[in-house]
């Protein structure tokens, strides 16, 4: 096992009604006025925010209300967001939504903590050295960002997708309440359970071999998700389905399942650009990617794909012939995805990429040629194209 450092701060208050805390919770962070940031309107469809704002009220804090985070959300929301913020003298963001509102939420709250402009973060430029402290009440199990580093915003010129991290974005507090998410479409639920397996396979796709502990717990969060993912396809409004999948997607991605090991990411990399040229949903990004990715990689370790087959995926082994379990394994995931209505090919996503974009999509994954991606095998600027085109 390598070094590893774990840092997850995030107060997870999980179960029926559990919204109705939120007062009480924003409350305890000490917070005079609060900016309550959400998307598109699902939110106040489903009466949501109408029940967070009555517990403010209930516990006397003022706020003010900003929507409008679309999927893949953008820059000039998240600048919006800023000026509202320091107009109003807001000290806490509480993100009510999906990862696209609490990633927008994060921006929001590095900016107005900062001088200069915010999307030097996403550059990698420099860290955030301060943040508003912020909240969220989730509402589709997917992206973890309630409890992870992360938040990944798009520059609408160049339609650029990039990512900042910072221990500072952890959310103080995560409400979740599985009943939240009954109100999603099948697509969005399903994408939301791709992007919780890969955040875990991200991490397993790893060289690192004494990680029995955190092999185990991976495994397991992969067959229960892919259990689950199955019954919610039947049955959208099975409450222990709901809340095993809202559970997976936290602990897939706040650091537990890559303890003491480096992860691949490659596959997220790769999805990013997608996501910001074409506006995909980002787990059906992730599916579509994933097989092609495999099948170039595999031979780097045909041992670790091999167990994966196997004890994920529940492929005979064949020790004679470990790269056929390998690819039985992969084909079996490809499967399983197919089996939930999600794309295994990019044009299964509706986009038919040209060699031209093809070309664009590398050179900015590339980070226009200055970079490679992937822990388990690093890839240049070539190797995906030829993923790209693979996976067309
Ligand atoms: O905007 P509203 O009206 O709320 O509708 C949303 C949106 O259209 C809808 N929705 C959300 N909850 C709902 C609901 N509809 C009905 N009932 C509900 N309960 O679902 C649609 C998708 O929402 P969005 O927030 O975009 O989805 P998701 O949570 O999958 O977030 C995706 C974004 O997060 C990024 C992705 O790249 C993408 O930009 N990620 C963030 C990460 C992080 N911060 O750690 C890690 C991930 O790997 C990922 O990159
Ligand atoms: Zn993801």
């Known amino acids: 096992m390598q070094q590893f450092q774990y840092y997850t701060p995030t107060k997870v ?35 949501l925010l109408d029940r967070v704002e009555a517990s403010l009220q209930a516990e006397g804090i003022p706020y003010v209300t900003l929507g409008g985070a679309v999927p893949n959300p953008r820059l000039s929301k998240v600048y919006e967001g800023i000026a509202l913020g320091k107009q109003e003298g807001v000290d806490f963001i509480l993100a009510v939504g999906g990862g696209s509102a609490i990633d927008s939420a994060k921006g929001i709250a590095y900016g107005i903590c900062y001088e200069g402009d915010v999307w030097d973060f996403y550059l990698k430029k420099c860290l955030p050295q301060k943040s508003l402290p912020l909240g969220v009440v989730l509402t589709l199990a997917a992206t973890g960002s309630e409890m992870s580093d992360s938040s990944v915003i798009t520059k609408e010129e160049g339609w650029l997708k990039r990512s900042a991290k910072s221990d500072l974005g952890r959310p103080r507090f995560a409400i979740m309440n599985p009943e939240l998410t009954y109100t999603l479409p099948e697509y969005q639920t399903m994408s939301g359970c791709v992007d919780i397996m890969m955040h875990t396979m991200e991490r397993y796709f790893s060289h690192e071999r004494d990680t029995e502990l955190v092999d185990a717990m991976a495994e397991g969060l992969l067959r229960t998700m892919m259990h689950n993912a199955a019954i919610l396809l039947e049955d959208p409004r099975n409450y222990e389905a709901r809340s095993e999948v809202m559970w997976a997607g936290s602990l897939s991605h706040n650091g537990l399942t890559g303890c003491g090991r480096k992860g691949d990411w490659a596959c997220h990399q790769l999805e990013h650009e997608l996501g910001g040229m074409f506006d995909v949903a980002h787990g059906a990004g992730l599916s579509a990617v ?17 167990q994966f087959a196997v ?24 499967e399983f995805f197919r089996s939930i209505h999600m794309p295994v090919s990019i044009s299964e996503l509706g986009v038919e990429l040209t060699e031209e974009q093809i070309r664009e999509l590398a050179y900015k994954c590339s980070f ?15 190797d995906m194209e030829n993923i790209y085109r693979k996976a067309r």
Not at 31 to 44: E, Q, W
Not at 290 to 306: H, I, L, M, N
Not at 311 to 334: F, H, S, Y
């Open 13 to 47: 208050v999980f179960g029926k009604d559990t919204e109705n805390q939120v007062g009480k919770l924003v409350k305890e962070q000490k917070a005079a006025k609060v900016l309550i940031h959400y998307g598109g309107g699902s939110v106040k469809r489903s009466g």
């Open 311 to 334: 004890r994920v995926m529940g492929v005979e082994e064949n020790p004679q012939d470990l790269k056929a379990t390998a690819l039985g394994g992969i084909q079996a995931l490809e």
């Open 290 to 306: 994933w097989g092609s990715w495999a099948r170039y990689v595999y031979e780097t370790d045909v041992e670790r794909f091999a």
């Open 368 to 382: 226009m040629d200055t970079r490679t991606i992937g822990g388990f095998q690093a890839l240049n600027r070539q």
